[in-house]
């Protein structure tokens, strides 16, 4: 299993920077201090709440909690689809703060990637066409071969022409997974892939998640509430009302479940 040891800088200086920003180090992902509120004044929630945490390059991390905790919250900032109300993300080395939406889009588009549980594959277009879409929106003709690399990858080599309706669950979302992979992201950002699944399509999944960082080298950062879907991660961060309460390194289904269990009557 891949592990980075994470930069280490002199506190009170700044990381070295490189263009547009660009700050060199060995997290994919890192967020300082991030808080995000919604609404004002009596009416505001604040979804996260100072929250510092880092993600080493070649890492499959779980984040888990109960409704409400701020999951999503904090995959979609991290993952540029939302701006924190306060503090710093850093994505692949780039800070995001500064970034003008055409730039934050132009880096969701060309450096990360998502996928979702619900499979969004658009209907009149064959599998290879889904997987092709994401090079065809930014003006790029997919390179030979490239979409089948892809499509191989996740064992659809054989499906190219089929279209989303012909396919199963499970198949919709390993070509979700395929179109996630086409730009070569340095992060895939997976919130509940498995969802939608029955458990024996979830593992299929959840272990080709895997094997993107075993095999890869690529980060994955997933919002799960399956403890057997956590334990495929290296660790899990728990997060309760916008906080992190804590984490598990190399967890099992069980040991997740029962940091669970003492969540939620720790909160009751």
Request: hydrophobic share 40%; glycine share 10%; net charge positive.
């Given at each position: 299993?891949?592990?980075?040891?994470?930069?280490?800088?002199?506190?009170?200086?700044?990381?070295?920077?490189?263009?547009?920003?660009?700050?060199?180090?060995?997290?994919?992902?890192?967020?300082?201090?991030?808080?995000?509120?919604?609404?004002?004044?009596?009416?505001?929630?604040?979804?996260?709440?100072?929250?510092?945490?880092?993600?080493?390059?070649?890492?499959?991390?779980?984040?888990?909690?109960?409704?409400?905790?701020?999951?999503?919250?904090?995959?979609?900032?991290?993952?540029?689809?939302?701006?924190?109300?306060?503090?710093?993300?850093?994505?692949?080395?780039?800070?995001?703060?500064?970034?003008?939406?055409?730039?934050?889009?132009?880096?969701?588009?060309?450096?990360?990637?998502?996928?979702?549980?619900?499979?969004?594959?658009?209907?009149?277009?064959?599998?290879?066409?889904?997987?092709?879409?994401?090079?065809?929106?930014?003006?790029?003709?997919?390179?030979?071969?490239?979409?089948?690399?892809?499509?191989?990858?996740?064992?659809?080599?054989?499906?190219?022409?089929?279209?989303?309706?012909?396919?199963?669950?499970?198949?919709?979302?390993?070509?979700?997974?395929?179109?996630?992979?086409?730009?070569?992201?340095?992060?895939?950002?997976?919130?509940?892939?498995?969802?939608?699944?029955?458990?024996?399509?979830?593992?299929?999944?959840?272990?080709?998640?895997?094997?993107?960082?075993?095999?890869?080298?690529?980060?994955?950062?997933?919002?799960?509430?399956?403890?057997?879907?956590?334990?495929?991660?290296?660790?899990?961060?728990?997060l309760v009302d916008g906080h992190v309460h804590g984490e598990l390194?190399?967890?099992?289904?069980?040991?997740?479940?029962?940091?669970?269990?003492?969540?939620?009557?720790?909160?009751?």
């Amino acid at each position: 299993m891949r592990r980075c040891r994470p930069a280490r800088f002199r506190e009170g200086t700044a990381p070295p920077t490189g263009k547009w920003g660009q700050m060199t180090s060995d997290h994919a992902v890192r967020m300082r201090s991030v808080s995000r509120r919604y609404g004002l004044g009596d009416n505001a929630v604040t979804a996260l709440d100072d929250v510092s945490l880092a993600f080493a390059r070649g890492t499959f991390t779980a984040v888990m909690g109960p409704s409400g905790s701020g999951k999503s919250t904090l995959l979609q900032c991290a993952a540029g689809l939302d701006r924190p109300t306060s503090g710093s993300v850093v994505v692949g080395g780039t800070e995001l703060t500064g970034l003008s939406e055409r730039r934050l889009t132009l880096l969701r588009r060309e450096r990360v990637g998502f996928v979702f549980q619900a499979f969004n594959l658009l209907p009149s277009l064959t599998a290879a066409q889904n997987v092709a879409l994401p090079l065809r929106l930014s003006g790029r003709r997919p390179p030979r071969g490239r979409v089948r690399e892809v499509l191989d990858q996740v064992g659809l080599g054989d499906r190219a022409r089929h279209r989303p309706t012909e396919l199963s669950g499970g198949q919709q979302q390993r070509v979700a997974l395929a179109r996630a992979l086409i730009t070569r992201p340095e992060v895939l950002f997976a919130d509940e892939p498995t969802g939608a699944l029955d458990s024996r399509t979830g593992r299929e999944v959840l272990t080709l998640l895997r094997a993107m960082v075993d095999d890869s080298g690529r980060t994955v950062l997933m919002v799960t509430h399956d403890p057997v879907a956590a334990s495929y991660a290296d660790r899990v961060l728990f997060l309760v009302d916008g906080h992190v309460h804590g984490e598990l390194a190399t967890p099992t289904a069980d040991t997740v479940a029962t940091h669970l269990t003492h969540l939620e009557k720790a909160a009751s």
